[in-house]
């Protein structure tokens, strides 16, 4: 496996090898996917949807709808205004969802489509909408993506007068349907009121009903996003997957906004929490502290196997930083932490997180913009005992045959992890429990058959 | 009403127009005419990719021996990276590039002020790190419309490295589907591999295998029961391939010809310019594995391996008869539709026949009308803008020609196992069945209503669909992870799959008790 990898580094500037991102419209066809009855459309050669839907539905096991402009060559040349006048048409008449949510391509980004002018022109049937964002390929990633497809919704719908309503905003970021049901949870006991931008649970985590509906229910109602612009405060969390929406609703509606990184770890939730407690002026219910006591229990009964482990981290940049969160407070030592989306602020993050920890930066690597080639030869050089990332990371684990937690997007090789929060102190409680697992069975699985200890 | 009717009857006037003549229904001893290959409907939600797709997705992706860069922003090469189940292992020399996803990552300055010199440094780095004999370069949408010349940084790749690199001009927007860059990459290797290599010597009965991809599995098996017959495969186009086979290929004594979409254009040029005629061949279900090797026999017409044949498919069927006869048993009677994309939802009716299912519809994703109608109607195919587009290479013999047959056998063969002749789909199906060109959500969702097959033959993108809707939906172009199907001993684990997608117990418990209670 991965044969072809060298212990070597060579410096690289024009090629990625085996990246640790995507592109920025899958994570908008994501955002989407989370609004009521509304049908993602992608503005662009139909290949990119198709690829998006298949990466949506391999890792959620879920339908993934969307359309496209299928765009030809000739539109290409001409622009491609004509598809998605025809697009829209056909979309209402023979689906009918309440809105369509287009993002751009790199193709219709590269000739210069304007959708501003495109939308403005479409004569649409009454009541039904059409938004927009611009997402090229060749900007950011797709957790940027999510944010611009977000930030489209708010710019197109979240009325700046809006009616004052005793309700928070709260933007969950690039998170899976088991992190938004923990997040509702955490609001009803601690008695806030939320409305939820997006919200993918059910769209993505849908029972088994014998019954098909390609809009489920679920998904933040239109009306809720208009009604954004009165809320009391917006939590926007994840700081690059929010960071786009938080400054638009700000800016639109002159909303109290709070950037905030995910909820992730005891610290993330705990410092969660206390926002949640501020705003609704309510203790902490006794239940979540218990939660909170077993958790730390946990983490105090097992913190022999995490001792010295080095571990590597990868995946999106909101995601990690969550969880080299959680492993300092396993007492895990991340050696490695990438991501493949770029942007600096990352590395500071990360960085602060050892600060706060007390823990030495020696011969830590962080990295934005990184690709799994790069994080594969940081281990060949210098080993790790535990992975934890995506599912592109399990040729490593083979190659470097290391035990490998999955966690973040995507994870196409497992099947119900997106029911499973990563947030909240029963994200924390997972992750432990799965990264004891993997290494206790590796213990188990190495040792000589004299130290296979059935007590540990 | 019928699924026709009911279908169009709900589309606006547009859709309607364009959509009429991609449905029919299969009237047996009538010619009949579908239109295929068109583009797609804006909105309609189609199945199909992009020539990128189809270019280095299918045809040059699976070259295990080739480091293919893809030019573009990252999304392109990230989503055709080890997603394909195309599998390999490492060739003669090690090598294994098909775990890699080699791309350029443009950004946006790349687009503003193009992307050429990042090209060449992703190149040099190629060759800085791995070394390979061959790079491939595939375009994305942006490189072609900034104009960026990657056929010149592959031909001055050539002159500083020595090596082959061959660039394909395969952005997403071309032609209507993937079946355009099946073309471009078929071109490429046509103009830059195919007939490089004319050293070594060939086995007799020396044979390529085309548009067989690998997938779980299935050019391993079809390899296994080739070689157990006694037949020298000198290079698979392009499952578990790799370049430097291809290379040699051009020597060999027959094409046969698995995927007619992908590929027949490589079978036509080696035709013309080699003098390797093909033979349509499929290794999917009983009875067109037996007739495949029985044609492949007469060819060669050696009575050593005709009878090795006959002994071979003896020993086969009877070592699966007992497995197939069990899942028949479970399977007999119930029906499908098929619709993957350029050639699996003819193969497998083969298949399913085997097991007593019938097949209610079918369709390709991106079928052209002689997969549907038979390669006779290909003169008739009117070219349109899209079509255009795509060059057309023209070859003319090679001094390398060279016949296999006389003149008279060929004569005699053509008609006995149709050499260079493909019948199509429509005749393979029983009369009152449905073929749907490029079935899109719309119309995949109304023949789950109005059909009501026990089984679905799709991809990722439909398989929730449908099994949301109580269905069993099983992935024809991943195998849903499982495979080979290739083969008998393929055909056997197909029976397995679907029989225990159609019995998995919790399609018991999909009606919770108390429900069961309040409507009884």
């Not at chain 1, 001409?78 to 949510?101: E, H, R």
């Not at chain 1, 007390?358 to 050089?381: C, M, S, T, Y």
């Not at chain 2, 006869?325 to 098929?338: E, F, H, P, V």
């Not at chain 2, 009501?452 to 172009?477: E, M, N, T, W, Y």
Request: aromatic share 8%; glycine share 10%.
């Amino acid at each position: 496996m991965l044969d072809q990898t060298p212990k070597e580094i060579v410096v690289r500037e024009g090629l990625c090898v085996n990246p640790l991102k995507t592109c920025q419209p899958v994570g908008a066809l994501y955002a989407a996917l989370g609004v009521s009855r509304c049908l993602p459309h992608s503005h662009g050669s139909q290949g990119c949807v198709s690829y998006h839907r298949t990466l949506l539905t391999r890792h959620f096991k879920e339908p993934a709808m969307a359309s496209s402009s299928s765009f030809t060559e000739g539109a290409s040349v001409f622009g491609g205004g004509a598809n998605l006048k025809q697009s829209v048409k056909n979309i209402f008449d023979v689906y009918d969802p309440d809105v369509i949510a287009v993002h751009t391509t790199c193709l219709s980004e590269t000739i210069g489509d304007d959708l501003n002018s495109f939308i403005q022109e479409l004569d649409l049937p009454d009541g039904k909408i059409v938004v927009h964002c611009n997402t090229p390929s060749y900007v950011g990633s797709h957790v940027t993506g999510f944010g611009q497809m977000v930030a489209g919704f708010i710019r197109y719908l979240a009325q700046k007068d809006a009616p004052k309503i005793d309700k928070i905003g709260l933007f969950p970021g690039f998170v899976n349907p088991g992190d938004i049901r923990e997040l509702k949870r955490l609001l009803a006991l601690m008695n806030v009121t939320a409305i939820i931008l997006p919200d993918p649970s059910f769209a993505l985590d849908g029972p088994m009903t014998g019954t098909y509906k390609m809009f489920p229910p679920g998904g933040t109602p239109i009306a809720d996003i208009v009604a954004l612009g009165g809320v009391k405060k917006v939590l926007a969390l994840g700081l690059l997957a929010s960071k786009e929406p938080a400054l638009t609703i700000k800016s639109r509606c002159g909303v109290e906004t709070e950037l905030l990184p995910l909820p992730m770890g005891v610290a993330g939730t705990d410092a969660f929490l206390l926002k949640l407690k501020e705003l609704s002026s309510q203790p902490v219910p006794p239940e979540l502290e218990l939660e909170r006591g077993r958790l730390i229990d946990l983490l105090l009964d097992s913190h022999q196997y995490f001792y010295q482990k080095k571990v590597a981290i990868f995946g999106d940049p909101d995601t990690v930083v969550g969880l080299v969160a959680m492993a300092l407070e396993m007492g895990l030592t991340p050696k490695y932490v990438a991501t493949g989306t770029p942007g600096e602020a990352f590395v500071v993050e990360a960085k602060a997180l050892f600060a706060a920890h007390h823990e030495p930066l020696d011969g830590v690597r962080i990295k934005a913009g990184a690709d799994l080639f790069e994080l594969h030869q940081w281990i060949k050089n210098e080993p790790v005992d535990l992975l934890i990332g995506t599912s592109y990371g399990k040729q490593i684990a083979k190659a470097e045959d290391v035990p490998m937690v999955r966690a973040g997007f995507p994870i196409l090789d497992r099947y119900g992890h997106a029911y499973h929060p990563l947030i909240g102190y029963p994200g924390t409680r997972r992750l432990a429990e799965l990264a004891l697992g993997a290494l206790m069975d590796r213990y188990d699985r190495d040792c000589a058959d004299e130290d296979l200890d059935v007590v540990m | 009403m019928d699924f026709k009717s009911a279908v169009l009857g709900k589309y606006n006037a547009r859709i309607y127009k364009n959509r009429k003549d991609h449905i029919l229904e299969v009237k047996e001893g009538l010619v009949q005419k579908i239109d295929a290959n068109t583009r797609a409907v804006p909105g309609l939600m189609t199945n199909r990719g992009c020539c990128y797709a189809g270019c280095k997705g299918v045809v040059v992706g699976p070259l295990k021996d080739t480091c293919v860069i893809t030019h573009g922003p990252i999304g392109c090469g990230f989503y055709s990276w080890g997603t394909r189940r195309n599998k390999a292992r490492p060739d003669a020399d090690g090598n294994n590039f098909i775990q890699y996803c080699f791309s350029t990552d443009m950004q946006e300055p790349d687009i503003v002020f193009g992307g050429e010199k990042k090209l060449k440094k992703a190149i040099d780095e190629v060759m800085a790190i791995f070394k390979p004999k061959r790079i491939m370069i595939c375009s994305t949408c942006p490189v072609g419309l900034i104009g960026d010349d990657i056929h010149a940084v592959a031909s001055q790749a050539e002159k500083d490295y020595g090596i082959t690199c061959v660039a394909f001009s395969c952005e997403g927007y071309k032609g209507v589907s993937q079946s355009a860059g099946h073309h471009i990459a078929n071109n490429g290797l046509m103009k830059k591999i195919i007939g490089t290599d004319d050293g070594g010597l060939l086995g007799p009965r020396s044979i390529n295998l085309l548009g067989e991809y690998n997938i779980g599995g299935d050019g391993w098996e079809t390899e296994r029961l080739l070689k157990k017959i006694g037949y020298h495969v000198v290079a698979v186009f392009t499952g578990d391939g790799s370049a430097a086979d291809i290379a040699r290929s051009h020597r060999a004594d027959l094409n046969l010809v698995q995927c007619h979409r992908s590929i027949n254009y490589v079978a036509e040029m080696m035709k013309t310019a080699f003098g390797v005629n093909w033979l349509k061949v499929n290794f999917i279900g009983l009875s067109s594995i037996a007739k495949s090797l029985r044609d492949m026999a007469t060819f060669f017409g050696d009575p050593e391996i005709i009878e090795r044949t006959e002994a071979v498919i003896d020993e086969e069927v009877k070592a699966v008869t007992p497995e197939m006869a069990a899942y028949k048993s479970r399977l007999q009677g119930k029906t499908a539709a098929i619709f993957v994309g350029g050639s699996r939802s003819h193969h497998y009716q083969d298949l399913l026949r085997d097991f007593g299912v019938k097949t209610v519809l079918a369709g390709y994703e991106f079928g052209h009308r002689d997969d549907y109608e038979g390669r006779e109607v290909i003169p008739d195919i009117k070219e349109d803008a899209d079509s255009k587009n795509i060059e057309n290479l023209t070859v003319s013999p090679d001094r390398r020609y060279r016949a296999f047959l006389s003149p008279e056998r060929y004569l005699e063969l053509k008609e006995a196992i149709g050499l260079e002749e493909y019948a199509g789909l429509i005749r393979a199906m029983a009369d009152g069945g449905w073929v749907v060109d490029d079935l899109n959500h719309f119309e995949t969702e109304e023949m789950i209503r109005l059909l009501k097959p026990d089984l679905f033959f799709s991809g990722i993108k439909d398989k929730f669909v449908a099994q949301k809707a109580g269905v069993v939906c099983r992935q024809l172009h991943s195998y849903d992870y499982s495979g080979p199907y290739a083969g008998y001993r393929g055909a056997a684990n197909f029976g397995r799959d679907l029989t225990m997608g159609l019995y998995a117990p919790a399609w018991r418990l999909v009606t919770p008790p108390w429900r069961e209670v309040e409507s009884a």
